[in-house]
C-alpha cells in the first residue's frame, strides 16, 4: 500500500500557484515528499533530511554565485526532493552554474513567486503528508478489526501487515516463540526462546527486524517483528513504519487475538463511547432506538443530564495533533478518572479530537451547579495530580430537562470551551494571569466556562467588533486608568484617604486603580459595604474614588444606563 505524497500532486494542487520549473523536468510522479523545510544556509548536511522539499530565498547567496552552487550541491547530497527558490526581486535571473549544478545532481528546481508565504506552504504540505500517511494506518487498522471480528486466525492478520510494508512479518509470544508469521522463511531464523525488548532485533544472519510491543494493558502479551529490508527491490517498496502509529493501529487491534475476554470489555467501552458521540452528534435516526440502546449500555436517557466538554493541553502547548503511544495511554488514564470521579452516573467518550472529552453527568438533585463544581474539582485535582504537565479545560452547558437534547448540550459546552480556550489564552499572552471563569483550589487553578459564560462572551465579541464603541470604551477606561500614575496624584488626597489607603505591610500607595474599583464595585452588584471589603480599603477611601470617577467619566454610578455602558466599556476593553 502505497501512502506517500508525491511531488506531482504538489505541482497539481493550489498549494503552490504560478511555479516555473529551472532547468531539467522529471518524472514527478515519482518524486516522494517526505517533508518540508525553509533553510537559508544549509552548509551542513544534517539540517536537511532525505526527501525532503525546501524552501529557500538564497538570502545573502544571491551576490555569489560559488556560494549558491555549493548550497544546491549540499541539499541535493542530502538526498532532498526538490529545491523551491524565491526572490525579492522579480527580475533576479538564477545563475547558469548554479542551473548546472542542480542538474547534475538531479535535483529538481523550482522558482516560485514572492508573494506566496513560506508559513502556508508548510503548514498544508505537513497535513497533506501527515493525512497521507496516516490513511494507510487506519485503512490497516480496519482490515485487522475485520480480521478479528470474522474469525480469522491470527496468521491472515500478519499476511496483511506483510503486504502492507512490503516486509516479512513474524508475532513472538510472551514466552518469545513465534506465535504466527506470513510463511516465510524467517520464521525458522529466530531463536525459539528469549524476549524481544528493544526497538529492533538482529538475527544471526545478520537480518534486522523492527520490533514493536503488543500489549495488554500493563502486560506485554507478544512482539510483532517487521523486517527491516523489503521483500521487492524497488524505490516506493515498502513503508518504513511509524513507531507511534505502529503501536496504536496495529499492535492494539493484534492484542484482540491474545485475549478475548479483555477484548470484549475494550469492545463494549469502544460501543459506550460510540453511543455517547452519536448522541452528540446527533448521529441517529430515532430517539426511542437510543433509549433502548441506552439501556442495554447501562444509561437511563429519560433523566435530566448536563453536558462537561473537556480538553487537556500540555502545559508548552507543543501538541501537533498527532497520536502516539504515550497520549493514547494519557487518554485512557484521563477516562478511568472521570469515571472514578462520579459520585452519580455519567456517560462519557473520547470525542475524536486530541485528548477532548465528552461527558453526560447525571443530574440527581437540585443543586445541579454545586454538583457540576464538585465533579471537576475532584476529576481536575486527580487529573493534574496525575499529569502535572497538562491543564484541564471545561466547557458546561446548561441544565435542560429536555432529555432529547442531548445534541444542544453538548453543541454549548463545545461553545463554552471554546470560549474558555480563547479567554484563557489571550489573559496568558497578556500576562494578566487570569483563569478564565476559574477559582484557585490549593496550587491547581480551575479552568472553565459555562454556557452562559460562553453567551456574554458572544455578545461582547460583536460589540468588540464596534469601532465607534471601542473609541470611546478606550478613552473612558485609559482616561480612568491614568489618574494616580504620578506620586504628583498622591499629595491631592485627603488626609483621610492617605490614612486609609495603606496596604498590609503598612507601606502608602502611590497611586489609586480606578480601574479596579469600577470593576470592584461592578463584581459587588453595586455594593459600597462588599467593595470596600473586595479592595480592603476604608468606606470613605472608596466613596472619594467613586466620586472620581464620576468627576472623570462625567457619568452617574447611580443611574442604570450609565452603569450598564460603564460595565459594557470594562468588558470590550477586557479589564472586567
Known sequence: MDSGYYLSELLSSDIIRDY????????YDTIRLRGISVQESPFDLSLVEEGEMI???????????????????????????????TFYDPDFEIPEPVIKCAGEHELPLFQIPWEIRFKDITARINRQIFDRRISMYTVLQEELYNAYFDMKPIRHAVSIISEVF????????????????????????LPDT????????????GKR????????GSSRAGTLLLSEETIHASETAGEEPDRAFMLQYVCFPLSL??????????????LKNDFVKDLAFRKYDSFDEMLQQGNRLGFNLSLPYVCIVLRAVHSDCSGTGQYTYETTETENAIMKILEEAAEHRIMYAASGDHLEFIVYHEITGRNAAG????????????????FPEYRMYSGISEISLKTAELDRLFTNASLALHYCLNDNAVSEAEGSGRSGRGKGRGNAARYYYTYLDAKEAQIVSLLSRDEELLKTAGKIINELASYGRSREAGKVRAGNERTAERNNTG???????????????????????????????HRQSLLYRLDKIEEITEMKLGNHQDLFLLEIYCRVMSVF
Not at 538564497?58 to 529545491?83: H, N, W, Y
Not at 487475538?257 to 469502544?270: D, V
Not at 459600597?528 to 480592603?536: D, G, K, P, Q, Y
Request: glycine share 6%; net charge neutral; charged share 25%.
Open 20 to 27: 516555473r520549473i529551472v532547468g531539467k523536468q522529471y518524472n
Open 55 to 85: 524552501l529557500s530565498t538564497f538570502s545573502g547567496l544571491q551576490q555569489d554565485t560559488a556560494l549558491m552552487e555549493r548550497f544546491v550541491c549540499i541539499v541535493a547530497m542530502a538526498k532532498a526532493a526538490a529545491l523551491f527558490l
Open 166 to 189: 512490503d516486509r516479512h512479518s513474524v508475532i513472538i509470544n510472551s514466552a518469545g516463540r513465534a506465535y504466527a508469521s506470513d510463511g516465510s522463511e524467517t520464521e525458522k531464523a
Open 194 to 205: 528469549g524476549l524481544f525488548k528493544g526497538e529492533s532485533y538482529t538475527d544471526d544472519g
Open 209 to 216: 527486524f523492527f520490533c514493536f510491543p503488543i500489549s495488554l
Open 257 to 270: 487475538w491474545f485475549n478475548r475476554k479483555a477484548i470484549e470489555e475494550l469492545t463494549y467501552r469502544r
Open 371 to 386: 454538583e457540576i463544581d464538585s465533579y471537576l474539582a475532584r476529576t481536575e485535582n486527580r487529573i493534574m495530580n496525575s
Open 507 to 537: 507601606e502608602r500607595e502611590n497611586r489609586i486603580d480606578l480601574v479596579g474599583t469600577l470593576t470592584a464595585y461592578i463584581r459587588s452588584n453595586h455594593s459600597i459595604s462588599r467593595t470596600a471589603r473586595e479592595l480592603n480599603i
